[in-house]
């Protein structure tokens, strides 16, 4: 069994959520070591099982996982023995100021209440140029159609999310929207998905695409 298959059980079969999976990771990594983001201390908001971050920790960083739900702490941890997993809220992280060189939030942000909040706090347990790694989805795209929960699912744009980021010390040094194919693709259309993506951006529509990567780092404020 794969590492993606023990962790999502039956969503395992549709190809193309192994495909996005993947994707966002190394994304992920590739960004990390692009920006040279030192490989210490991780801390994962919002993180459930701890499936993004395993690989991390795997590799010698030391990951910390913060959920609010403990039945997916619980079961993170007997997936990720190695991980550290802590009950808590994005929006009043139990940790110590300058505590992490990584901060990851990852498809989160929209279902905390006060999202503005939570990357404030993402920025004090950051020290001064720590990586904030976030991924949510994109209001510009066909996402607006099927929010389950409009009341608690929110949905971001690339120059919302750059005005809270500025307001919470925050440079954002990458963003770009992301082309994830639907659950329900076909496993032999997930060949041309890379080639559509680069097409749809060279027309000046990766607007339209369903997710929204940034990378941004933590600019040290006068007082620290």
């Not at 790694?133 to 120059?159: C, G, Q, Y």
């Not at 990458?174 to 060949?191: D, E, M």
Request: with cysteine.
């Amino acid at each position: 069994m794969s590492r993606y298959s023990e962790i999502h059980g039956k969503s395992s079969r549709l190809p193309a959520r192994r495909f996005g999976y993947y994707h966002r990771l190394n994304l992920i990594r590739d960004t990390l070591k692009a920006y040279s983001t030192p490989h210490t201390r991780l801390l994962d908001i919002g993180s459930a099982h701890g499936d993004y971050v395993w690989d991390f920790a795997q590799e010698g960083w030391e990951v910390t996982c913060l959920d609010i739900n403990l039945e997916r702490l619980k079961d993170g941890k007997q997936l990720n023995p190695k991980i550290a997993f802590v009950s808590g809220d994005g929006q009043k992280l139990p940790f110590s100021s300058h505590s992490f060189d990584v901060v990851t939030i990852l498809n989160t942000l929209r279902y905390i209440p006060a999202p503005s909040q939570a990357l404030l706090e993402s920025s004090r347990v950051l020290r001064g140029g720590g990586g904030l790694v976030l991924i949510d989805h994109n209001k510009l795209s066909l996402d607006t159609l099927w929010a389950r929960n409009p009341e608690v699912m929110r949905l971001f744009s690339i120059r919302g999310l750059r005005q809270m980021l500025s307001q919470s010390n925050f440079q954002i040094l990458k963003a770009k929207y992301l082309f994830i194919p639907p659950a329900s693709t076909p496993r032999q259309c997930l060949g041309i998905v890379p080639k559509l993506g680069v097409l749809l951006s060279s027309l000046g529509l990766s607007w339209i695409f369903p997710e929204i990567f940034i990378y941004a780092v933590k600019v040290e404020a006068k007082n620290e």
